[in-house]
């Protein structure tokens, strides 16, 4: 099954491919910091289509978008709600499957813990997880696509039933490159 798990906010965080498979990764920033909200969902646009063309998913899994009292500004809140809308619409104009499950429930997966207390070291949690499951290369600081890879791994073991590559436990230090 082929998964694209997106991560959306002002910086859109992607991993693309095979449930059972090290995706393809990465992100790419909606709108820059002077430009006005609205450039963000036609950026979102434009990046799935792009994408979609290039090879359309079988379920495109979404980030389920943050509760607006957690925001830190209208901004903020529009921003997420205008691009999960061109998510969710891109992917029924296509005929892609949709799951929006929530961030805690990702972590939960990914991580053991719904969140490790402070946002900033379960950033890192989630960061190093990633190396360890080798979804980002060693180095990689990119909490936008390791947030895309978690949401990945969840739904290739959630809604694709893949058998995870290798056994990797919660905390273990990531494997040398081979």
Not at 12 to 23: K, N, R, T, V
Not at 72 to 97: E, N, P, T
Not at 139 to 155: I, K, P, Q, T
Request: with cysteine; proline share 6%; net charge positive.
């Amino acid at each position: 099954m082929k998964i694209m798990a997106l991560d959306p906010a002002t910086v859109l965080g992607f991993a693309y491919g095979e449930s059972g498979d090290i995706p393809k990764s990465g992100s790419v920033r909606l709108k820059g910091r002077n430009d006005d909200v609205n450039v963000a969902p036609f950026n979102a646009l434009a990046f799935l289509r792009d994408q979609f063309v290039l090879g359309k998913p079988d379920l495109c899994c979404i980030e389920h978008y943050m509760n607006p009292v957690a925001q830190k500004s209208a901004d903020a809140i529009i921003l997420q709600i205008m691009v999960f809308g061109v998510i969710v619409a891109v992917c029924r104009s296509y005929g892609v499957r949709i799951e929006t499950p929530h961030r805690a429930t990702v972590l939960k997966h990914f991580i053991g813990k719904a969140n490790m207390g402070e946002r900033a070291l379960t950033k890192q949690a989630v960061i190093k997880r990633s190396i360890a499951l080798r979804y980002v290369p060693h180095g990689c600081v990119d909490d936008n696509r390791a947030d895309a890879c978690a949401l990945f791994d969840y739904a290739a073991a959630t809604f694709a039933r893949a058998a995870p590559r290798e056994l990797v436990f919660f905390g273990e230090s990531p494997h040398d490159p081979p």
